[in-house]
C-alpha cells in the first residue's frame, strides 16, 4: 500500500491538500494520528492515509468498520470560524464527485452520508480542535469503502456496498484518493461561496423532499425534509406544520411515495 504514497507525490496537483502525507499500515484511528499531527504544528491541508483502522469511528459514537482495501484517510484543516459550518457539505460534496468521476451515480444523505443505490459507500466524521472557545483546527475523517465485499461482513452487509462491487472490478486506492484530495480542495478554496456549495450540497440530497425519521440525543421526530437553512441545517416539517431545525441526528427515509 506504500505505492499510494509514491502515487500521489507524483500526480497530485493540489496547492496544500495532502501537500504533507502520512501513511501508516495499520493504525487504531486516523482521527487519531491527525489530531496529534495537528497538536504539534502541522499545516492545513496535511493528510493522513491508513490501510486499515483497528478503531475506525463514525459520527454519533459508533464504529466505523476499516478493512483493508479501503481508503482511511484524515484532512487536517485550520479554517476560518465562518466556514466551519460548510465543512459537512464541503467533505459530501468532494466524495460525491468522486464516485461521480468514475461513473457511479451516488446520493448525499444529510448530512454527509454518500449512498450508491441506498447502500452507503462512504462515512465521514469531522471533530474540532478547541481553544478559548475558538476552533483551532479540524479534523475532516473520511472513509471510502473500495476494493473489498461488503457482504462478506456481517455487520454492514445489509446496508453497505463498495465501489469495487458497484463496478465489478477492482481500482487503485491511490487513484481515489487523487480525485478526493483535488476535489475537496477546489470546494474548500471556494468556501466564500456559500450559497454555491450548499445548493450544489442539496441538489444532490436524497433527503430533501421525502419523509424522515430523525433520531436525535434527546427525542425522535418525523416530517417532510423541506430544506437546508444557511447554517446547513436540516429544516424538518412536521405534521402539525410546525418546522424544527435539526443541527444533528441521525435521519432514515420513510417510504412514503415522495422518495426520489
Avoid at 461513473?103 to 459507500?121: H, S, T
Wanted: with cysteine; glycine share 10%.
Amino acid at each position: 500500500m506504500h505505492d499510494i504514497v509514491d502515487y500521489l507525490e507524483k500526480n497530485l496537483t493540489t496547492s496544500f491538500i495532502g501537500r504533507k502525507l502520512r501513511y501508516l499500515a495499520v493504525t487504531s484511528s486516523t482521527q487519531d494520528v491527525a489530531k496529534d499531527m495537528a497538536d504539534h504544528g502541522a499545516p492545513d491541508g496535511a493528510a493522513v492515509i491508513a490501510g486499515m483502522q483497528q478503531s475506525g469511528r463514525g459520527r454519533l459514537g459508533r464504529s466505523w468498520l476499516s478493512p483493508e482495501g479501503g481508503l482511511a484517510t484524515s484532512i487536517i484543516l485550520r479554517p476560518v470560524m465562518s466556514v466551519v459550518p460548510l465543512l459537512p457539505a464541503i467533505s459530501a460534496l468532494a466524495v460525491f464527485r468522486t464516485v461521480k468521476a468514475l461513473g457511479i451515480n451516488a446520493e448525499i444523505k444529510w448530512p454527509n452520508d454518500v449512498l450508491i443505490g441506498g447502500r452507503k459507500v462512504c462515512g465521514i466524521l469531522i471533530e474540532h480542535g478547541l481553544a478559548d472557545g475558538a476552533v483551532r483546527y479540524s479534523i475532516m475523517g473520511i472513509g471510502i469503502n473500495i476494493n473489498f465485499d461488503t457482504s462478506l461482513y456481517p455487520d454492514i452487509a445489509g446496508f453497505a456496498t463498495s465501489l469495487s462491487v458497484e463496478l465489478g472490478h477492482e481500482l487503485p486506492v491511490g487513484r481515489v484518493a487523487l480525485r478526493l484530495y483535488t476535489e475537496l480542495e477546489s470546494l474548500y478554496l471556494r468556501s466564500n461561496e456559500p450559497d454555491a456549495i450548499l445548493t450544489e450540497w442539496a441538489a444532490h440530497m436524497i433527503t430533501i423532499g421525502n419523509r424522515v425519521r430523525v433520531k436525535s440525543a434527546n427525542r425522535d421526530m418525523e416530517g417532510i425534509a423541506e430544506d437546508i437553512n444557511a447554517s446547513g441545517h436540516l429544516l424538518l416539517r412536521q405534521d402539525d406544520g410546525s418546522v424544527q431545525e435539526i443541527v444533528a441526528g441521525d435521519i432514515s427515509l420513510i417510504d412514503d411515495g415522495r422518495k426520489k
